[in-house]
């Protein structure tokens, strides 16, 4: 990935403009998505697809053979992690949510994933650690500080 592009987006989530946020989120994701070109762009959407038509386990396998063959590829685990989540797999969503910060430590959606799977385990300090490290890089994301809120109520 570009080092100065990113660095820049990342600046832009920080500014009070929302629509300069939006344009940054929606890049650094579009950078995200597209980081194995065409290849990997086309084993998410398959995937994307077979989740809407319901064939879950069909998804899950197109999503672990894309990790497979490229490890390193962040976006293929995010997926497969909001995968898990969705199907109340919350330990494996919790794994590769992990894998995906080790890939790219400033993912912000894993960031927010991990601290839904661990509010829905019932581990709220593992939680509000995950989105305060979401804040920390989107400190705009509203939907991040209420979650906060809510996992501190329940401590």
Request: glycine residues 4%; proline residues 3%; charged residues 25%.
């Given at each position: 990935?570009?080092?100065?592009?990113?660095?820049?987006?990342?600046a832009?989530?920080?500014?009070?403009?929302?629509?300069?946020?939006?344009?940054?989120t929606?890049?650094?994701?579009?950078?995200?998505?597209?980081?194995?070109?065409?290849?990997?762009?086309?084993?998410?959407?398959?995937?994307?697809?077979?989740?809407?038509?319901?064939?879950l386990?069909?998804?899950?396998?197109?999503?672990?053979?894309?990790?497979?063959?490229?490890?390193?590829?962040?976006?293929?685990?995010?997926?497969?992690?909001?995968?898990?989540?969705?199907?109340?797999?919350?330990?494996?969503?919790?794994?590769?949510?992990?894998?995906?910060?080790?890939?790219?430590?400033?993912?912000?959606?894993?960031?927010h994933?991990?601290?839904?799977?661990?509010?829905?385990?019932?581990?709220?300090?593992?939680?509000?650690?995950?989105?305060r490290?979401?804040?920390?890089?989107?400190?705009?994301?509203?939907?991040?500080?209420?979650?906060i809120?809510?996992?501190?109520?329940?401590?």
């Open positions: 990935m570009d080092a100065p592009l990113v660095e820049k987006l990342l832009d989530l920080k500014q009070p403009d929302e629509n300069l946020r939006q344009r940054a929606q890049q650094l994701w579009q950078m995200w998505f597209h980081q194995k070109g065409v290849y990997g762009l086309e084993f998410l959407q398959r995937s994307q697809s077979l989740i809407e038509a319901g064939e386990a069909q998804a899950e396998a197109v999503l672990t053979e894309l990790i497979k063959d490229q490890p390193d590829f962040a976006e293929a685990w995010n997926r497969r992690a909001v995968l898990y989540y969705s199907t109340e797999k919350y330990q494996k969503a919790i794994k590769d949510c992990e894998m995906v910060l080790k890939l790219n430590p400033i993912h912000f959606g894993a960031m994933g991990l601290g839904l799977c661990y509010a829905a385990v019932g581990n709220y300090r593992e939680a509000i650690k995950a989105f490290a979401a804040l920390e890089i989107q400190p705009y994301a509203l939907v991040n500080q209420r979650l809120l809510e996992c501190t109520a329940r401590l």
